[in-house]
T-cell receptor, first 112, second 114 residues
Framework: AQSVAQPEDQVNVAEGNPLTVKCTYS??????LFWYVQYPNRGLQFLLK??????LVKGSYGFEAEFNKSQTSFHLKKPSALVSDSALYFC??????????FGKGTTLSVSS | DGGITQSPKYLFRKEGQNVTLSCEQN?????MYWYRQDPGQGLRLIYY???????QKGDIAEGYSVSREKKESFPLTVTSAQKNPTAFYLC?????????????FGQGTRLTVV
């Protein structure tokens, strides 16, 4: 069965420091992976996706993600965190071309 | 403005009532989805539809029903059989058959049982 996991419920970083939000996956075949961000009482906004090619994917708002096939991971990163990055982040996996399935989400808190 | 519109933003339901959540998109997307969001449980797939007049159950379809009579509309009915319907409901759409295309989400409907 395909699945995606976000092992951390919450990540805390200071403004200006690098951030990492972790995601691991399980899939038979090639993975199609996505990151979304959600602000309170709003829908999800797309950040970036990995389909094939370079293992480092660049996305919106300065975010990037590193795909690692051997570790079955797709961690979201940003070199310098902003207070405005504080939000709920979801990792998603395309489920055999039917629908996206998501991890439980990670709350990112950036302190000033 | 292109996008997905969910209405209402807030909805209150009495015990034993059916309620219908609206989802409309003008992106000309073939596929549409309904997710339920609960604190600490992430997003769980309720139903999805890849083409008009066809839809499939997701992981938590019990107590819910949908229809897809028009490409742009995918309403979700929360029936009285759903024992714990209080949650945040999100509708999304995407281009059909495109595993490499992202889904676009509406702003959500918060349903509360009173």
């Amino acid at each position: 069965a395909q699945s995606v996991a976000q092992p951390e419920d919450q990540v805390n970083v200071a403004e200006g420091n690098p951030l990492t939000v972790k995601c691991t996956y399980s899939v038979s075949g090639n993975p199609y992976l996505f990151w979304y961000v959600q602000y309170p009482n709003r829908g999800l906004q797309f950040l970036l996706k990995y389909i094939t090619g370079d293992n480092l994917v660049k996305g919106s708002y300065g975010f990037e993600a590193e795909f690692n096939k051997s570790q079955t991971s797709f961690h979201l990163k940003k070199p310098s965190a902003l207070v405005s990055d504080s939000a709920l982040y979801f990792c998603g996996l395309d489920q055999a071309g039917t629908a996206l399935i998501f991890g439980k989400g990670t709350t990112l808190s950036v302190s000033s | 403005d292109g996008g997905i519109t969910q209405s209402p933003k807030y909805l209150f339901r009495k015990e034993g009532q059916n309620v219908t959540l609206s989802c409309e998109q003008n992106l000309n997307h073939d596929a549409m989805y309904w997710y339920r969001q609960d604190p600490g449980q992430g997003l769980r797939l309720i139903y999805y539809s890849q083409i008009v007049n066809d839809f499939q159950k997701g992981d938590i379809a019990e107590g819910y029903s949908v229809s897809r009579e028009k490409k742009e509309s995918f309403p979700l009915t929360v029936t009285s059989a759903q024992k714990n319907p209080t949650a945040f409901y999100l509708c999304a759409s995407s281009i059909f058959g495109g595993r490499d295309t992202e889904a676009f989400f509406g702003q959500g409907t918060r349903l509360t049982v009173v």
